[in-house]
């Protein structure tokens, strides 16, 4: 879960406020009518009716052009997608032939749908469904059709405890969409689905996922009921550990770790909430570590006891996930929920790193001996280079080809 210490942090790359010229246009028709009818509420009462209380503000539409892929810059949605396509196998000139003609493909559909013109009717007159999206390369493809892409790239290695399902996890391509509710979702992923196919491609696996609804600008909870992402890095700390080396062919890019984490939910409510708090080493109520008051102090993982116990145990969650012990290195955590069963629900775990080496640092820790241990069970991992963003008239992935 990876519960990272820090002060509070905007995401880097969030869309700040104001309205997209692209919102203003698709909700220029609900604004029309809205005030007819509010036209037509006060002629009804007569000339001393106050006018109607102003209704929410638009909120923008993550743009899909631009240096990087809004599924990684644009504040997290309610809902999300995930899904893995596996390439036919074929020689190297006719692989990347393949690739490029289906990257050609996702990058029309993502943009029009993003841009509110999507090529399906079931899109279309309903409200703008504000979607952001990234597509990403795994280190398979990568190898066997020798695309250009940070050599650290890489599958993750076997972890203590690992119950990985293949045909959850891994993939040629790893898809993310994103949005206001679950219903774009699907019908994207139909369409998507069926370009893969006629590329000869296939879907190897898909993922559904939700956040709870949280007022603006407070951090989400998981299903053990605790906030989960309080810090994330900064834009100076995600030039350096996030985003690939300024200046270079990755600048732009990321690496995506996900991870399907199954919780039992039901055993670690039934602990007393002091136990549970020793383990995530954050108060349930209000989120702040145990050396703390407030959710976005800096955890001091190195704080003691009048005993010379620490204050946040040695496997609290919160501890082994630290920055502070792994020279100060983040990742950006965008966990979803997900709930398939009563008996399978938990976490999508997924990370934005420039090295994947970096989770596997971390993961390696909490293997050992997070408190977490008993109450959690990955069941399906992958790794993706998520590619640059697409310019205006440009594809997503014109720098794989070297």
């Given at each position: 879960?990876?519960?990272?210490?820090?002060?509070?942090?905007?995401?880097?790359?969030?869309?700040?406020?104001?309205?997209?010229?692209?919102?203003?246009?698709?909700?220029?028709?609900?604004?029309?009518a809205?005030?007819?009818?509010?036209?037509?509420?006060?002629?009804?009462?007569?000339?001393?009716?106050a006018?109607?209380?102003?209704?929410?503000?638009?909120?923008?539409?993550?743009?899909?052009h631009?240096?990087?892929?809004?599924?990684?810059?644009?504040?997290?949605?309610?809902?999300?997608?995930?899904?893995?396509?596996d390439?036919?196998?074929?020689a190297?000139?006719?692989?990347r032939?393949?690739?490029?003609?289906?990257?050609g493909?996702l990058?029309r559909?993502?943009?029009?749908?993003?841009?509110?013109?999507?090529?399906?009717?079931?899109?279309?007159?309903?409200?703008?469904a504000?979607?952001?999206?990234?597509v990403?390369?795994?280190?398979?493809?990568?190898a066997?059709?020798?695309?250009?892409?940070?050599?650290?790239?890489?599958?993750?290695?076997?972890?203590?405890?690992?119950?990985?399902?293949p045909?959850?996890?891994?993939g040629?391509?790893?898809?993310?969409?994103?949005?206001?509710?679950?219903?774009?979702?699907?019908?994207?992923?139909?369409?998507?689905?069926?370009?893969?196919?006629?590329?000869?491609?296939?879907?190897?696996?898909?993922?559904?996922?939700?956040?709870?609804?949280?007022?603006?600008?407070?951090?989400?909870?998981?299903?053990?009921?605790?906030?989960?992402?309080?810090?994330?890095?900064?834009?100076?700390?995600?030039?350096?550990?996030?985003?690939?080396?300024?200046?270079?062919?990755?600048?732009?890019g990321?690496v995506?770790?996900?991870?399907?984490?199954?919780?039992?939910?039901?055993?670690?409510?039934?602990?007393?909430?002091?136990?549970?708090?020793?383990?995530?080493?954050?108060?349930?109520?209000?989120?702040?570590?145990?050396?703390?008051?407030?959710?976005?102090?800096d955890?001091?993982?190195?704080?003691?006891?009048?005993?010379?116990?620490?204050?946040?145990?040695?496997?609290?969650?919160v501890r082994?996930?630290?920055?502070?012990?792994?020279?100060?290195?983040?990742?950006?955590?965008?966990?979803?929920?997900?709930?398939?069963?009563?008996?399978?629900?938990?976490?999508?775990?997924?990370?934005?790193?420039r090295?994947?080496?970096?989770?596997?640092?971390?993961?390696?820790?909490?293997?050992?001996?997070?408190?977490?241990?008993?109450?959690?069970?990955?069941?399906?991992?992958a790794?993706a280079?998520?590619?640059?963003g697409?310019?205006?008239?440009?594809?997503?992935?014109?720098?794989?080809?070297?």
């Amino acid at each position: 879960m990876h519960a990272e210490s820090g002060k509070a942090r905007k995401e880097p790359g969030a869309v700040r406020g104001g309205v997209d010229r692209r919102a203003l246009i698709a909700g220029g028709g609900a604004v029309l009518a809205a005030g007819v009818g509010a036209g037509v509420v006060a002629l009804g009462r007569g000339p001393s009716a106050a006018p109607p209380p102003p209704g929410p503000a638009a909120q923008a539409v993550p743009p899909f052009h631009g240096d990087r892929q809004a599924g990684v810059t644009a504040p997290q949605q309610p809902a999300t997608l995930l899904l893995a396509l596996d390439l036919a196998p074929a020689a190297t000139s006719d692989g990347r032939a393949v690739l490029r003609s289906l990257l050609g493909d996702l990058t029309r559909l993502l943009a029009d749908a993003a841009g509110g013109s999507p090529a399906d009717p079931r899109l279309r007159g309903a409200e703008p469904a504000r979607l952001s999206s990234l597509v990403g390369v795994g280190p398979g493809l990568a190898a066997r059709l020798g695309l250009n892409v940070p050599p650290a790239l890489a599958e993750l290695p076997a972890f203590p405890g690992d119950r990985l399902d293949p045909a959850r996890g891994g993939g040629d391509l790893l898809l993310q969409l994103c949005a206001d509710d679950r219903w774009p979702l699907t019908v994207l992923a139909e369409l998507l689905g069926a370009s893969a196919r006629s590329a000869g491609a296939t879907v190897r696996w898909t993922q559904s996922g939700f956040l709870p609804r949280t007022p603006p600008g407070t951090t989400p909870r998981n299903l053990f009921g605790y906030k989960d992402g309080t810090a994330n890095p900064d834009a100076a700390e995600a030039k350096q550990w996030v985003w690939g080396p300024p200046g270079g062919p990755y600048e732009h890019g990321t690496v995506l770790v996900y991870r399907r984490i199954r919780m039992d939910t039901a055993g670690f409510a039934a602990l007393p909430e002091d136990r549970r708090d020793l383990a995530m080493g954050r108060r349930l109520g209000d989120g702040a570590p145990l050396t703390g008051t407030a959710e976005h102090e800096d955890p001091d993982i190195y704080a003691k006891k009048p005993d010379g116990s620490y204050v946040i145990p040695n496997s609290a969650h919160v501890r082994l996930s630290s920055p502070r012990l792994d020279s100060g290195a983040r990742m950006l955590r965008r966990g979803y929920s997900y709930d398939d069963a009563p008996d399978d629900r938990g976490l999508l775990f997924c990370a934005f790193v420039r090295d994947p080496e970096q989770f596997t640092r971390v993961q390696n820790r909490l293997a050992a001996k997070d408190a977490l241990n008993s109450f959690l069970v990955h069941t399906a991992s992958a790794v993706a280079y998520v590619l640059p963003g697409a310019r205006e008239g440009g594809v997503l992935g014109e720098g794989l080809w070297g």
